[in-house]
């Protein structure tokens, strides 16, 4: 029972109350915060959105895998202070289990690899899109779902894996008008980092939490960053260095510095030739400062940006060739994307870029005579058997009612079915958009 007060589509009065008024129980049409419905309206943007994705999923010839919401709470604890884990929708379930709500797609993604073993001759190339949950405290009031597009690809260690993953993105973008004017990519390794970190001997199991402090650049104050840098076990002069390493732009001051021995500058030369041979040179740039914010990243990484800088980062990913082994898998190499449902759309309204999708059925069919509902429906069926889409009227409507409803569903053709017509086996077709208006045989009827 909906409080008669709220907003309900604009239905005017009271509803009536149930028998056992005692038991109603006004529910809040709204959903939980932090949540979203889907009205056909914001549906029709998420399923072309979508669409577009799986196309491009298509087109790189990947397949579409899916995992459950809900997680083994442990797929998602690491110990290096990322955001995700500390906004974890965790909770135990009545079998005194520590469950989660997925807040990304790839642990379980990895989890599948795993189980699916040798079964799934590699390279794979799996991709989903599901809807991934954080925990945040609404003071922020933001978001507490979204739904991301993920590409992995799992078995190839060589950078051309990264290259197509980055293209794959790019062409999403092309589909939907985004070009290289509105979006770029900043492209970095974390090979970088591990290459300073280890002159300065500071610890391997340090480095996830070094990149999820630094991932924090830009959005916390440096000073603090310089203090949890040294909380993490950096010297005062490691921390200057890599700050100073971070703010490179360029692949020849990095060489400068790192030499042009390191895996790093090998990585990013061959990913920079490779972004030539896929023509998308004009999206990408190299910037040390790009680490993402996961700790389980080892090597390239990207995040596509708004060159206004006007929003968050709109998608992002990189190499993970360690997740699957701390997993219990194989040492298998990985790497992948996310790409969220928000940004994106955000991005689209600035640009101008949104598509008119407007609700649409080719045929509506309407009985001019109570006796006729059956004739009717056997008119949609007929219809919907050849493969059209039919608005089929269900009761008994004035035809005034019935040409209003037409407008609204943006229906192309107006199907009478009345009592004359019919006993001679017609119906009469009007199109909505010219006037014309004509009977046919049933038969006939296209
Ligand atoms: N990971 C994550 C989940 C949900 C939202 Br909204 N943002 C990020």
């Known amino acids: 029972q909906i409080d008669p007060g709220s907003s309900r589509g604009g239905r005017t009065g009271a509803l009536t109350p149930p028998p056992f008024a005692d038991e109603v129980q006004k529910i809040d049409a709204n959903p939980p915060k932090g949540t979203r419905d889907f009205p056909p309206e914001d549906m029709r943007l998420r399923s072309w959105l979508f669409h577009n994705f799986r196309e491009v999923s298509r087109l790189f010839g990947f397949e579409e895998v899916d995992f459950p919401v809900l997680e083994s709470e442990a797929l998602f604890i690491r110990k290096a202070g990322e955001e995700i884990r500390d906004q974890l929708y965790c909770f135990e379930d009545r079998g005194n289990r520590r469950v989660a709500l997925r807040p990304e797609l790839t642990p379980s993604l990895a989890r599948l690899v795993i189980q699916k073993g040798k079964s799934a001759p590699l390279p794979l190339k799996w991709f989903a899109i599901g809807q991934c949950w954080r925990y945040e405290r609404m003071t922020r009031g933001r978001r507490r779902e979204h739904y991301q597009w993920n590409m992995d690809i799992i078995g190839v260690p060589e950078v051309t894996a990264e290259a197509e993953l980055i293209s794959s993105t790019i062409s999403f973008f092309k589909r939907i008008g985004v070009t290289a004017s509105d979006v770029g990519f900043k492209v970095s390794s974390r090979k970088v980092l591990q290459e300073v970190l280890m002159s300065y001997s500071v610890p391997e199991d340090s480095f996830g939490r070094v990149c999820v402090i630094i991932d924090k650049i830009g959005k916390i104050p440096v000073e603090e960053i310089k203090k949890d840098l040294k909380h993490a076990g950096m010297s005062e002069v490691a921390v200057e260095d890599l700050l100073q390493v971070l703010s490179i732009k360029s692949l020849e001051k990095l060489e400068e510095i790192l030499g042009d021995s390191g895996e790093a500058i090998s990585d990013l030369r061959q990913l920079f030739s490779l972004a030539e041979k896929f023509g998308y040179s004009e999206w990408i740039q190299f910037d040390a400062s790009v680490v993402r914010g996961l700790a389980?990243?080892?090597?390239?990484?990207?995040?596509?940006f708004d060159r206004e800088g006007k929003l968050r980062a709109i998608c992002g990913g990189g190499r993970y060739d360690k997740l699957l082994s701390t997993f219990g898998g194989d040492d298998l190499p990985a790497c992948g994307f996310g790409f969220g449902d928000a940004v994106i759309v955000e991005l689209l309204k600035e640009k101008g870029l949104l598509p008119k999708l407007d609700h649409q059925v080719e045929n509506i069919v309407c009985a001019l005579d109570s006796d006729l509902q059956g004739a009717a429906a056997a008119v949609a069926t007929k219809l919907r058997e050849k493969g059209q889409s039919v608005d089929l009227v269900l009761e008994g409507k004035p035809?005034?009612?019935?040409?209003?409803?037409?407008?609204?569903?943006?229906?192309?053709?107006?199907?009478?079915?009345?009592?004359?017509?019919?006993?001679?086996?017609?119906?009469?077709?009007?199109?909505?958009?010219?006037?014309?208006?004509?009977?046919?045989?049933?038969v006939e009827l296209e």
């Open 399 to 442: 035809l005034k009612w019935v040409f209003k409803r037409a407008a609204r569903i943006n229906a192309q053709r107006l199907i009478l079915v009345g009592l004359d017509e019919w006993q001679k086996g017609m119906v009469s077709v009007k199109i909505l958009s010219s006037g014309e208006q004509y009977e046919v045989k049933l």
């Open 296 to 304: 389980y990243y080892t090597g390239i990484v990207f995040e596509g």
